[in-house]
């Protein structure tokens, strides 16, 4: 772990020089690390087997008492601090390089993605620096690592959008596409993102005297103050979308609490109710400007609406409803309710494939009023669009002063088109023991089940699953 009475330089005479050093020899200049040309990178020996070195390297699990042991009373005990970000400097680039080797094995399709090339050399960028950094050994060095941490947390916000690109384009390849079934890849992939952000994180937060936290962890988190959150957010992007939304009734448990990472719930809250939302609009669109053949709107069950564009006939929609249900065994689920048609037979699976979606494929075009119910979502890239478009809340958590686990600054929301929410809705769930299951109605609706386990109670046995590199390979049935 390293003597805490060895003197130390700080970065500004080790660290950063080492890191200056880096980015000259590796990129040619010491331009900063956000200009360099990522194609560039690393154009060494064949033969180099650093990342195969480092990815065979054993992982120290992170488990929840050593979260609680690390982030109880850390502004009070510097050493607490120190071991965390020696935790954090060992871990983070073996995992890094844990999933640039999955990287390396993808097929030739897919890891010549110009997208799927993005994150692996973003993910090659953080390795090289984070492995290279002098440990920390002052709180003066941990405080420059810090920085040097969340610049790469910020950084590597808009992979998601990038691998769900990338995904979406390989699989529209007419004779490849349908050959490849990356399901346990993504996995794979995405719960090793939610282990290195929340460690990150934690160690981010640990020295910020924050009452009712531990480290990111909200110790006493509002779950409906959480779902009133959720619902403001999904209303209004719902409502910018679509001209229309359906109201929400919230109802079970009045005053319920859990320890959980806000982040982590605001993300699975918004997609699930994104997706209800959703479903319940679309199917009931049947509103268009003016009257429909000349028939009375009540005929149709419709309500006289003033937009921005002008006044005209919308739908009448039904609620949803929202269940707070405090169960036994340390666990809370929450159940989401539609009456937006369900879920057809033929779809009951698929919803759970990563990169599938009902959406068009085509850009919705802005228009100035937003209340075109036939609009296909962004595709969060390319034709004109922002490049980074992220369908969680992850960016925007409400507890002030908590940046988000998913998302970077200046992302924008849409109701779908990346076909990411729901199966990584479930991962999240799942990271923490919890799980996410649907029940559909087809022609009805649909009932999300989302159920959390208590961290504190379940006394510090949670340990995260770690996917040893390269056992998941990606499956190509023949064609």
């Not at 979260?67 to 890094?96: C, H, T």
């Not at 910020?208 to 619902?231: M, Q, W």
Request: overall charge neutral; charged content about 20%; proline content about 6%.
């Amino acid at each position: 772990m390293g003597s805490l009475a060895t003197p130390s330089l700080g970065w500004q005479g080790r660290g950063a020089t080492l890191v200056r050093g880096l980015h000259t020899a590796a990129f040619g200049s010491s331009q900063a690390l956000s200009e360099v040309n990522l194609n560039t990178i690393r154009a060494e020996s064949f033969y180099d087997s650093t990342v195969e070195k480092y990815a065979g390297q054993d992982v120290e699990v992170l488990s929840l008492r050593q979260m609680l042991s690390f982030g109880r009373n850390a502004w009070d005990e510097p050493e607490k601090i120190l071991k965390s970000a020696r935790y954090v400097q060992r871990e983070l680039p073996r995992r890094l390089a844990r999933r640039l080797m999955d990287l390396q094995l993808l097929p030739y399709i897919v890891v010549a993605n110009p997208h799927i090339k993005k994150v692996y050399n973003q993910y090659h960028v953080s390795f090289e620096t984070l492995r290279r950094v002098p440990m920390v050994r002052t709180l003066d060095d941990n405080q420059d690592f810090s920085q040097l941490l969340r610049q790469h947390l910020d950084q590597h916000a808009p992979m998601l959008d990038s691998l769900a690109t990338g995904l979406r384009e390989c699989k529209d390849k007419v004779l490849v596409g349908p050959c490849l079934q990356m399901d346990s890849f993504f996995d794979s992939m995405l719960r090793s993102r939610i282990s290195r952000r929340v460690i990150a994180e934690q160690h981010l937060h640990i020295g910020n005297k924050r009452p009712g936290y531990i480290g990111v962890i909200c110790t006493d988190l509002d779950v409906h103050e959480s779902i009133s959150f959720a619902v403001q957010k999904t209303k209004q992007v719902c409502m910018e979308t679509y001209g229309m939304a359906p109201d929400v009734v919230v109802s079970g448990e009045p005053k319920v609490s859990i320890p959980y990472i806000p982040a982590h719930l605001d993300y699975m809250l918004y997609e699930l109710l994104k997706n209800a939302m959703r479903a319940v609009v679309e199917s009931r669109s049947s509103a268009i400007p003016g009257r429909r053949n000349g028939s009375s709107p009540q005929q149709h069950y419709h309500h006289y609406v003033a937009g921005a564009a002008g006044n005209y006939w919308a739908p009448k929609l039904p609620p949803l409803h929202v269940r707070v249900c405090d169960g036994t065994a340390g666990a809370l689920t929450i159940k989401i309710s539609d009456q937006g048609g369900g879920i057809a037979d033929d779809l009951t699976d698929k919803v759970w494939s990563y990169g599938f979606t009902t959406i068009g494929r085509k850009p919705r075009q802005a228009t100035s009023s937003g209340n075109n119910p036939s609009a296909n979502g962004s595709n969060g890239s390319g034709g004109g669009g922002s490049p980074d478009v992220v369908e969680g809340l992850g960016s925007a958590g409400h507890m002030a002063g908590l940046p988000g686990l998913m998302a970077g600054q200046g992302s924008r929301y849409q109701m779908a088109g990346l076909g990411f929410g729901l199966p990584l809705s479930r991962l999240y769930a799942r990271y923490f023991g919890g799980d996410l299951r649907l029940q559909s109605i087809p022609g009805y609706g649909t009932d999300a089940y989302l159920t959390m386990k208590h961290l504190e109670e379940q006394d510090g046995q949670w340990v995260e699953r770690v996917d040893e590199p390269s056992i998941l390979p990606i499956q190509v049935v023949p064609y």
